[in-house]
């Protein structure tokens, strides 16, 4: 194996994942080879952490004073995700800093065990107005630790 090239990621189980969310697949989702476009995966990164935070509390998409901005982004795809599917994206937090956060999002065919896909986006906590880096919240940092 040559050592400046990383070992690529293996898929992962289930298990791996603190929390999951059912999202269904569209039509529109599939491009012309059959499968989910590889940008969707994307959103679905963005949906289950969001939804997850704004389920819990801990995030107002129009009025909170910290917001997240993602800074980094990647994926590994496992096995092919199409429509009409239900996807089952697991969540967790990998890295927990004092303004920022990793999250690792799995992705699942519903019912199957081991990831299609699997990535990772990271959120710098900055205040709204001067999009400067703050300290995470109190009431969103216990949610993020519940995650870990």
Not at 95 to 105: C, D, Q
Request: glycine share 6%; hydrophobic share 45%; aromatic share 10%.
């Amino acid at each position: 194996m040559n050592p400046t090239i990383p070992a690529r990621p293996l898929a992962e189980l289930r298990s791996a994942y603190k929390v999951f969310r059912s999202i269904g697949t569209r039509w529109m989702d599939n491009d012309a080879y059959g499968h989910v476009n590889n940008v969707v995966y994307y959103s679905w990164f963005d949906t289950a952490v969001n939804a997850h935070l704004i389920e819990r509390g801990v995030l107002d998409v129009g009025r909170s004073d910290t917001i997240g901005l993602v800074v980094e982004t990647q994926c590994n795809y496992f096995d092919s995700l199409a429509f009409p599917q239900t996807v089952e994206a697991g969540l967790r937090v990998a890295r927990l800093g004092s303004s920022s956060v990793r999250y690792e999002i799995g992705l699942f065919a519903q019912g199957l065990p081991l990831t299609a896909a699997k990535g990772h986006f990271v959120h710098v906590y900055v205040d709204r107005l001067t999009r400067q880096a703050v300290t995470i919240p109190p009431a969103l940092r216990s949610v993020l630790l519940e995650l870990m």
